[in-house]
Nanobody, 122 residues
């Protein structure tokens, strides 16, 4: 079994910062692309940022210049540094990864974490 576990969410004031982590565990052979998504109440889930296994990144326009995605392949961990947070960033943030396991190789499938709440409010 593969698990993705997020941490680092919480309550922060506007203009503040948070760093989210997503740790992958299980019988993992390799991890291809990974990403952070968010879903606010009453809204559809949206891609916040993505990163390839080689480190190429992409961001939603709404977070460019404020959020930074990174990964530590040795630790199988994904990060999201969020700076200059705004109330509209309030959402449940989830990570996902395109993962090849020892049981599924060479095929990859998408795995998702449970999510962590980020609330930006004064």
């Amino acid at each position: 079994q593969v698990q993705l576990v997020e941490s680092g969410g919480g309550l922060v004031q506007p203009g503040g910062s948070l760093r989210l982590s997503c740790a992958a565990s299980g019988r993992i052979f390799s991890i291809n692309g990974m990403g952070w998504h968010r879903q606010a109440p009453g809204k559809q889930r949206e891609l916040v940022a993505g990163i390839t296994s080689g480190g190429n990144t992409r961001y939603a326009d709404s977070v460019k210049g404020r959020f930074t995605i990174s990964r530590d392949n040795a630790k199988k961990t994904l990060y999201l540094q969020m700076d200059s947070l705004r109330p509209e960033d309030t959402a449940v943030y989830s990570c996902n990864g395109d993962i090849i396991t020892y049981d599924s190789m060479p095929r990859a499938r998408a795995y998702w974490g449970q999510g962590t709440q980020v609330t930006v409010s004064s």
